[in-house]
């Protein structure tokens, strides 16, 4: 719908230009807005994103070795566990499918711009008409979603893994467990709040700056939400161990009682 109404002309587009230009001349303070904006750039969304991804691969990679070799204790046990053997742990998946979202936002973006050619803001005058969907707000939902995505995929492995190991008895167990657990929840709650803030700080700068429309930036955030979506489906279906297998197995070793 909202394509269709930047496309065609519609009255949401005559909102979204009187919107964007409220917000342009507003009071938000330039360096500020030019901050998140640039947070949109490649050059800072990629790196941060390729952090995330060798520490995500490192993680899985981890946690593939600690789910066989928790399977390997079971077996020698002679338990239930012996029979179904290790979990087949693709853990280079998430990564690799993270780095393959972030290279289908230009593969996507730039088509729809230039068969769109919607004209810019004023203070973008004399550019090209090619401004929905907006790039930048793209790349940094899409990067700093997925980066959030996998720091959360990684540490739900890692507890898992190492809640497994803490089920097998010895003394430190209980607070090796529960320091493992805050951490987990600590990172949670500020990824869940950190990435859904630069998002947005990022399209409000775009719009600020007067590098977008506020449509081109909604328009943006709709395109990475599919994306998004998409990098879950996979992993969910595919990496074999990275979520549920190691949840699994996790849950098998600590009993109901376990993390």
């Known amino acids: 719908m909202l394509t269709w109404q930047v496309a065609g002309h519609g009255p949401l587009r005559l909102l979204d230009e009187r919107l964007g230009r409220v917000v342009a001349a507003g009071s938000i303070p330039a360096g500020l807005a030019e901050f998140f904006a640039d947070l949109g750039n490649t050059a800072v969304a990629l790196p941060v994103l390729s952090v995330v991804m060798v520490w995500a691969g490192w993680t899985g990679w981890r946690g593939g070795r600690g789910v066989r070799s928790t399977a390997g204790v079971k077996g020698m046990a002679g338990s239930a566990g012996a029979v179904r053997g290790p979990a087949p742990v693709r853990w280079w998946l998430p990564p690799l499918a993270a780095g393959l979202a972030l290279a289908a936002v230009p593969a996507l973006v730039v088509p729809l711009k230039l068969w769109i050619a919607r004209p810019g803001p004023p203070e973008m005058a004399g550019a090209a008409p090619a401004f929905y969907p907006s790039g930048h707000g793209a790349t940094a939902a899409v ?9 959360l995929r ?4 890692t507890r898992a893994v190492d809640g497994a190991a803490a089920a097998r008895p010895h003394p430190p167990a209980a607070t090796a ?4 657990t805050s951490t987990a929840s600590v990172t949670t709650t ?3 709040v950190l990435v ?14 007067g590098y977008h429309w506020p449509l081109d930036v909604l328009g943006s ?13 996979v992993c969910d279906r595919w990496d074999g161990g990275g979520g549920r297998a190691v949840r699994r197995e996790a849950s098998d070793g600590a009993g109901p009682d376990g993390p």
């Open 196 to 209: 859904p803030l630069l998002t947005v700080g990022v399209g409000i700068g775009l719009v600020r700056r």
């Open 221 to 233: 955030w709709c395109l990475a939400g599919v994306l998004l979506a998409g990098w879950c489906a």
């Open 143 to 151: 990067a700093y979603g997925v980066a959030g995505l996998l720091l």
């Open 154 to 157: 990684g540490r739900r492995g």
């Open 190 to 192: 500020v990824v869940t």
């Open 177 to 180: 467990t529960s320091t493992v």
